[in-house]
């Protein structure tokens, strides 16, 4: 199941194969009444035991928060409370913080989040966060963790909207990188502990606009997964004013570095 933004809501759409999928339903719409989440979207969705639980990003008043929601089904959830669980306090972040990714830390015992701060309409950085729980967070005074190199011209602007994943010895990052604000690629990095010392991959970008297609002005927000054969990577594609979302592959395990 793949969850997606929707009429300024959260919709959940299914496929059997990740290439043909079925319609939208929506499952979590706007809370107006809260003053922080006019509008929802960018969630990342984990399973832990019975309960998927739901980061996603909440936008009101040119600002934005990340909240919490939980489920048992992934059809029907719970706010958290009425309150954001991680608002833009730091000088980095700016007005915003948004696009959530958590992973649950097995061993240390923990909820992990990497982040994006800055403005509004595209944040300019990643940070990095831990939780006992989910829900009361603590930011790592070094942040941000990862910020846009400024002597590679495909992302020289802003980075954000990473999704994190750990394989053996590695955390991996795909992350957006933009050359302007209406330009952006998908790039990859990794890290032995998902903070600190990120190498990214000589061949970036790994996924670019084609010219005059689908995705002619900006690649971004990627989603990748191992299926024991090959990496799929979604990603949307923008051309104008239009958005869609496309999937790439790639071959076997190894990445490249």
């Known amino acids: 199941m793949v969850f997606v933004e929707k009429q300024k809501s959260v919709a959940l759409v299914e496929s ?13 719409s706007p809370n107006p009444a809260a003053h922080w989440e006019d509008d929802i979207n960018r969630p990342v969705v984990i399973r832990r035991d019975d309960t998927y639980f739901m980061w996603y ?8 928060w990340i909240g919490l929601a939980a489920g048992g089904d992934g059809r029907h959830w719970d706010r958290a409370g009425p309150h954001p669980v991680l608002s833009p306090d730091q000088p980095w972040e700016k007005a915003a913080v948004m696009c ?20 509004q309409y595209e944040p300019d950085a990643i940070g990095y966060a831990t939780s006992p729980d989910g829900r009361r967070w603590t930011k790592l005074t ?3 963790i990862f910020k846009a190199d400024p002597a590679v011209a495909w992302e020289r602007y802003k980075v954000t909207g990473c999704q994190v994943l750990r394989r053996g010895a590695w955390h991996y990052m ?37 010219i005059n297609q689908w995705d ?23 051309h104008g004013n239009v958005e869609q979302i496309g999937l790439a592959f790639h071959e076997g395990e190894d990445l490249g570095f």
């Open 216 to 238: 002619h002005d900006a690649c971004y927000k990627p989603y990748a997964i191992f299926d024991g054969r090959r990496w799929l990577l979604w990603y949307n594609g923008r």
């Open 174 to 210: 795909f992350y957006i990188g933009f050359r302007d604000i209406d330009h952006a690629q998908i790039g990859l990095a990794r890290s032995s502990d998902g903070i600190t010392g990120w190498q990214r991959l000589a061949a970036n970008p790994i996924i670019s606009p084609g």
């Open 57 to 64: 990003t909440g936008q009101a008043r040119e600002h934005s």
């Open 142 to 144: 070094a942040n941000p």
């Open 100 to 119: 959530p990714c958590v992973v649950w830390d097995d061993v240390a015992r923990i909820y992990r989040m990497w982040y994006s701060g800055g403005e």
């Open 16 to 28: 059997p194969d990740g290439i043909h999928w079925g319609p939208p339903t929506i499952v979590l």
